[in-house]
Structures are given as C-alpha cells and as structure tokens.
Nanobody
Framework: QVQLVESGGGLVQAGGSLRLSCAAS??????????MAWYRQAPGKQRELVAT???????DCAVSVKGRFTISRDNPKNPVYLQMNSLTPEDTAVYYC???????WGQGTRVTVSS
C-alpha cells in the first residue's frame, strides 16, 4: 500500500509563501502515471480540492487559489509539489496530497497564515 507524507507547512505571515512537498513510500511508484492533487481542510470546514496535475501534465486550480498556487512535479517519482504565494488567512488549513480522485489519506501538513 502506498503511503503519502506531506511536508513544508508552517506559520507564515499574510503575503508570504510556502512550498509543500509530498514523499511517497514505496518510492518506486511512478507517480506520473497518476492524476495527483492537493487538498485542504480548514477548521470547521469540509476538505476541498485545491489543485490537480493530470498524467498529461495539464493542471487545474480552485478559483480561490488561481494565480497564487502552482502545482507541479519535477520527475516521475516525485508525486507533487504545491507552491503557494500571496498567502492569506483564508488559506489556513491542513493540506494533503493524494491521487485524484483521492484514495487513503495521510496526516497532512498544517499551514497557518497570520494576518
């Protein structure tokens, strides 16, 4: 069973940036064969899809993050990254990487944006 481990979260001031990363075990998995995505769950809210990268390399983002967040992967064995710029307090959430559609969830990485 593949496990995904998210990292890169933290506390940042509004307007700042963070880059989230996702490691996978076993690492021999070729993630470019899968549609991958980042999701987030803010306190008291349902988990939502943030950004998706498809097997053909095309990407898509939620309207709320378009122009600020970029999803990418740099080689077939690295699942996915999320570059987050111009962060706002509304971006505060636990962020998860997963396949699209999602399978089992990891622990996520917490992002807190202070005003």
């Amino acid at each position: 069973q593949v496990q995904l481990v998210e990292s890169g979260g933290g506390l940042v001031q509004a307007g700042g940036s963070l880059r989230l990363s996702c490691a996978a075990s076993p690492s021999r998995i070729i993630f470019s064969n899968y549609n991958m995505a980042w999701y987030r769950q803010a306190p008291g809210k349902q988990r939502e899809l943030v950004a998706t990268i498809f097997t053909n390399g095309l990407t898509d983002c939620a309207v709320s993050v378009k122009g600020r967040f970029t999803i990418s992967r740099d080689n077939p064995k690295n699942p996915v990254y999320l570059q987050m710029n111009s962060l706002t307090p509304e971006d505060t959430a636990v962020y998860y990487c997963n396949t699209y559609p999602p399978s089992s969830w990891g622990q996520g990485t917490r992002v807190t944006v202070s005003s």
